[in-house]
């Protein structure tokens, strides 16, 4: 069965919703909208078919459709408060946070003494910036009776978007409850920070995605000048080069992951260590940089007398808020036409499809596209001036290299990136971008644009050729 066919039924309204219900249960998605719609052709006024029509196509990622359903669901049954907070989810998936806000306090005025609404609605607050009111509703939810572990993962992030990082990173440790919690690498003691063990090495495992790993590497060369020396840092199989060949993690064991490894005396996952560490918003550990370009790869050649700017346009699209994230190569036409610069792709992935479909070739050279793996982007930012780009890994490689990068950000950023500022502690050499209301990447793209030209002039007239850091020896790391 297929969403276009609309089955007849000898049953009616009734039985059919039931069936539907249950095959929505069941994961069998487009079946059960083919059903939701032959309920609504046998009877266009039934609220429950519309609602969970909606709150399936929310699921489905459908997130504007399911708007529409869920609203003429609540039209039919107003004073459903189930349905206004459904409506708010679908709401919040089109980053539409002022009306989620809304929809879910009519949801609350309904049904006060739902604890799911109240976890609702503090994150339809949180995506609007209101963290303080956010934590409010998640404590209103926990006194109601919500036990679920989603509620202490999505205070912890509230905290670390509000710069708690004390409690923040205290309580993001509740990820290892959520359903998708990810592996467990091997049945060690867990690292505690303080304690050397007396025999074998502390593993470090990366948990999460390829800028989370280039975020907290910077926590190694900590440890080990702490004098936990006998380390061993296990990676995705993409960054394994750039870390053996950087000369900050010389002394420490990087092998890939799946690759064979001595078994620890202990572990620890990555983004556990601010925590073992007491990492605070005041002493962020942010010296940089501490990943260099790679002993043994060349950096690429790129003209001379211009200011030479590093794009990425996209994030990996399986990422949960990459809709939101990912600002697209259009959006970056708005610079390309600037003098005295030249443009310069680091996208890998179908992203990187974009520079031929919005025709870009002749404005921007293709860097991303012969790039293995890290270690040779890396060796392709320390030949840029700066880089500009999306939340991606690429602004995180950007920052721990101590490039010059500006990061544009959506209008409810991640974590890591805070509210109402424009650095960040983690990489000083950043500059944030972020959108002044949702979804607008238009006006971000106005003030890159003006920002970058005064740039290029300040650059220009330093000297005609744009500044070209010295190479490197390759004594600086093993040969390769």
Not at 77 to 86: E, Y
Not at 93 to 104: D, I, L, P, T
Not at 277 to 306: K, M, N, S
Request: a neutral charge; charged letters at 25%; hydrophobic letters at 40%.
């Amino acid at each position: 069965m297929t969403a276009t066919a609309r089955p007849r039924q000898p049953d009616g309204p009734r039985r059919m919703l039931e069936r539907a219900v249950r095959l929505q249960g069941g994961g069998r998605a487009e079946d059960a909208l083919a059903l939701y719609r032959a309920v609504l052709d046998a009877d266009p006024y039934v609220p429950a078919a519309w609602i969970n029509m909606g709150v399936l196509l929310r699921r489905m990622s459908h997130a504007a459709p399911a708007v529409a359903c869920l609203k003429r669901g609540v039209a039919l049954k107003p004073h459903d408060g189930s349905a206004w907070s459904n409506l708010g989810n679908a709401l919040r998936a089109c980053g539409r946070y002022e009306e989620s806000v809304r929809a879910h306090g009519r949801a609350i005025e309904l049904t006060p003494g739902s604890a799911q609404l109240h976890y609702n609605m503090g994150l339809a607050q949180r995506d609007l910036g209101y963290l303080g009111e956010a934590l409010s509703a998640f404590r209103r939810a926990e006194l109601l009776g919500y036990d679920k572990p989603e509620l202490t993962w999505d205070r912890a992030l509230t905290q670390l978007l509000q710069g708690d990082f004390d409690e923040g990173f205290r309580n993001y440790e509740s990820r290892w409850r959520l359903s998708e919690a990810g592996r467990k690498v091997t049945s060690a003691p867990t690292f505690d920070g303080r304690t050397v063990p007396e025999r074998g090495s502390i593993l470090i495992w990366t948990e999460q995605g390829f800028g989370d790993t280039l975020q907290f590497a910077r926590y190694l060369p900590i440890l080990k000048a702490r004098g936990f020396d006998s380390l061993i840092f296990e990676v995705q199989g993409p960054l394994a080069r750039l870390f053996q060949k950087t000369r900050d993690f010389e002394g420490i064991t990087v092998v890939a992951r799946g690759a064979p490894r001595p078994e620890p005396a202990a572990q620890a996952p990555l983004l556990s260590l601010p925590h073992i560490l007491r990492t605070r918003l005041d002493a962020v550990p942010a010296g940089l940089p501490y990943i260099h370009r790679p002993a043994g790869i060349e950096r690429p050649a790129l003209p001379r007398g211009v200011v030479n700017v590093g794009l990425c346009w996209a994030g990996k699209p399986t990422h949960r808020n990459d809709r939101n994230r990912s600002a697209g190569a259009a959006g970056f036409i708005a610079l390309l036409d600037l003098p005295g610069a030249a443009f310069h792709s680091l996208q890998k992935g179908p992203g990187a499809r974009q520079i031929a479909d919005e025709g870009l070739r002749a404005l921007v050279t293709d860097l991303g596209g012969g790039l293995k793996d890290f270690a040779e982007t890396a060796a392709a930012i320390d030949a840029l001036d700066m880089v500009i780009t999306v939340d991606t890994s690429i602004a995180h490689l950007a920052g721990a290299m101590g490039k010059t990068v500006w990061v544009l950000l959506p209008y409810a950023p991640d974590w890591r990136w805070m509210l109402h500022r424009d650095d960040s502690p983690w990489y000083p050499s950043m500059t944030l971008f972020r959108q002044s209301s949702p979804g607008d990447w238009e006006e971000v793209f106005a003030r890159v644009r003006g920002a970058l030209a005064r740039r290029i002039a300040e650059t220009l007239r330093g000297g005609g050729d744009s500044e070209e850091d010295p190479e490197e020896s390759d004594d600086d790391g093993p040969d390769e």
